[in-house]
């Protein structure tokens, strides 16, 4: 039978090129947010975190901002490679919720 | 790196008998969640678990669902009279400590088929 899933906004890259993936949450007391990947038929798999009173942090190919004013988080990956193609979830902690939430997510498909 | 291990990858069941997924989390571990991801959605919080009982459940934890800690390494997840609607991969994750910075870590999944 038919299947309906959920529609994930797509980000297609070429290798090698920067993307940008964007989250917007809506708890402004969330304590720190998570990003995570996950590749199919796996489970979510942790990218990097940020505390609320950050704005920036940098991993290896990779960088959070947050932006508390319009509750917006972006995740930056450098020199996107084949294997960054995933599903992206920006995930709150805190602020009342003792448990991550999920979003849909982003799906990112990174082109040879 | 330790692992959380998720048993068995793959569980195919007729409705209306009884599953148990079964789950190894990380050793030094304290909290234990159950998620699931039904085809083509969100991951889903069901459970959480912690000082062998639960702290938190969704809506989607009804009576037909149960959670156990039967030895000091297994956190499993029972469901009594599986319903169609209940195929979906099935999420382990633990962590040490309830807020922990880095969040869960995830074991591969269960994919639950229910004919």
């Known amino acids: 039978g038919e299947s309906v899933g959920l529609h994930l906004p797509t980000l297609s890259v070429q290798e090698g090129d920067n993307s940008i993936i964007n989250c917007a949450y809506s708890n402004s007391a969330s304590d720190y947010f998570i990003w995570y990947k996950q590749e199919s038929g796996k489970g979510p798999q942790f990218i990097i975190d940020?505390?609320?009173?950050?704005d920036k942090r940098q991993g290896q190919r990779v960088t959070v901002l947050l932006n508390k004013t319009v509750k917006h988080l972006s995740l930056q990956i450098a020199a996107t490679q084949p294997g960054d193609s995933a599903v992206y979830f920006c995930a709150p902690w805190g602020g009342g919720y003792n448990k991550l939430i999920f979003g849909a997510g982003t799906r990112l498909a990174v082109h040879p | 790196e330790p692992e959380v291990t998720q048993t068995p990858s793959h569980q195919v069941t007729q409705m209306g008998q009884e599953v148990i997924l079964r789950c190894v989390p990380i050793?030094?571990?304290?909290?234990f969640y159950w998620y699931r991801q039904i085809l083509g959605q969100k991951v889903e919080f069901l459970v959480s678990f912690y000082n062998n009982e639960i702290s938190e459940k969704s809506e989607i934890f009804d009576d037909q669902f149960s959670v156990e800690r039967p030895d000091g390494s297994n956190f499993t997840l029972k469901i009594r009279s599986t319903k169609l609607e209940d195929s979906a991969m099935y999420f382990c994750?633990?962590?040490?400590?309830?807020?922990?910075?880095?969040?869960?870590?995830f074991g591969s999944g269960t994919r639950l088929t229910v004919v």
């Open positions: 940020i505390r609320s009173n950050m």
């Open positions: 050793s030094n571990h304290l909290y």
């Open positions: 994750a633990s962590s040490e400590y309830r807020g922990q910075i880095g969040g869960y870590t």
